[in-house]
């Protein structure tokens, strides 16, 4: 029985850092066709913890668990903060 759950838990995992990836260069991609514009890997490692943190809300949302809601809500400050810092850090990049 560990055996079966512990080949489940490396499948779901793997799927997991497949899908991550996946998006990540995805992303990437979709950045620079569309937009003309370059994201550097931290940049798009954001943008895939925004699309993240709006998925597991909008889950949480729908099924009535609030179980990890208010850790996803309270991972919203820093991640503002991180996009403020990195939008300052950009003007500064611009305008040398």
Same mark, same amino acid.
């Given at each position: 029985?560990?055996?079966?759950? @512990? ?6 995992? #793997?799927? #997991? ?8 260069? !995805?992303?990437? @991609?979709?950045?620079? %066709?569309?937009?003309?514009?370059? @994201? ?7 943008? @895939?913890? +925004? !699309? ?13 668990? +609030?179980?990890?809601?208010? =850790?996803?809500?309270? !991972?919203?400050? =820093?991640?503002?903060? !991180?996009?403020?810092?990195?939008? %300052? ?8």
């Amino acid at each position: 029985m560990f055996k079966e759950m @512990l080949i489940a838990l490396v499948a779901i995992l #793997g799927m #997991g850092v497949f899908y991550a990836v996946l998006v990540y260069y !995805l992303v990437r @991609l979709i950045s620079k %066709k569309a937009f003309k514009l370059t @994201l550097t890997k931290a940049e798009a490692i954001e943008i @895939l913890v +925004w !699309l993240a943190i709006v998925f597991f809300s909008m889950v949480m949302i729908i099924k009535q668990n +609030w179980n990890l809601f208010l =850790p996803i809500v309270l !991972l919203l400050v =820093p991640m503002i903060n !991180l996009r403020r810092s990195n939008r %300052k850090y950009r003007e500064m990049e611009n305008h040398e």
